[in-house]
């Protein structure tokens, strides 16, 4: 025998003995369960979810959670609202509830995105979008405040006030568009009243609790 017939021989049966050996141990495994992070997710609405399957990745959030993957945000939905059909090609998402000031009349929560102009701004493209419904003109700068809500700032404008319906638009602006997302409530009865505080109306109410979920999906 040869010095090298030696030497191929000698690996020959070290190859055959690791494939052995990784064979066993991949037969003896193959059911263990893969030990994931302990880490864990948070979800808009404050519950967490913890990795599972063979790739670790978080499951998706219950409901009411939602992720909206054409805005690129995750949000709670309040209670009681449902999915309905968009009003205009600017939304996004819809939602209604009956109204507790108006079972008849549905309180409503929409989320429309604007595009921003290269040669515009956020500011003009939130102007030329706040339209007053009845006068179909752009709504006064009286009209237009801010709030924080969550992690955002958001510009607030009193959209309309007629016949019983208060609407109010929240505004995020990042990079190249806005995110519009309007309450409506309806039945209000002292709608005209300047006292009256339309963040507690159930709408302006159930968006702002939407609002404060609000984050990356």
């Not at 409901?63 to 209670?79: C, F, H, K, W």
Request: aromatic fraction near 6%; charge should be negative.
């Amino acid at each position: 025998m040869t010095m090298k017939t030696l030497v191929l021989g000698i690996l020959f049966i070290v190859l055959v003995g690791i494939g052995g050996l990784i064979y066993r141990n991949a037969v003896e495994h193959a059911n263990n369960p893969i030990a994931c992070p302990m880490d864990a997710k948070v979800c808009p609405d404050g519950t967490s979810v913890g990795r599972v399957g063979s790739s670790c990745d978080f499951p998706t959030c219950a409901p009411p959670n939602v992720s909206l993957d054409a805005i690129g945000l995750a949000y709670a939905v309040p209670e009681g609202f449902s999915t309905v059909g968009p009003p205009d090609p600017a939304t996004v998402v819809a939602y209604e509830r009956p109204s507790d000031l108006s079972p008849s009349e549905p309180a409503s929560i929409i989320v429309r995105r604007y595009a921003i102009n290269a040669s515009s701004t956020a500011l003009a493209t939130i102007q030329a979008t706040a339209i007053g419904g009845t006068s179909g003109e752009p709504v006064p700068a009286t009209a237009y405040s801010s709030a924080n809500i969550g992690t955002h700032r958001f510009t607030v404008v009193a959209i309309e006030r007629f016949e019983g319906v208060v609407t109010t638009a929240y505004y995020l602006a990042r990079g190249t568009e806005v995110l519009r997302f309007d309450a409506i409530d309806r039945g209000v009865f002292d709608w005209s009243d300047p006292a009256l505080d339309v963040s507690s109306l159930p709408a302006a109410s159930a968006l702002r609790a939407l609002l404060a979920t609000l984050q990356a999906p």
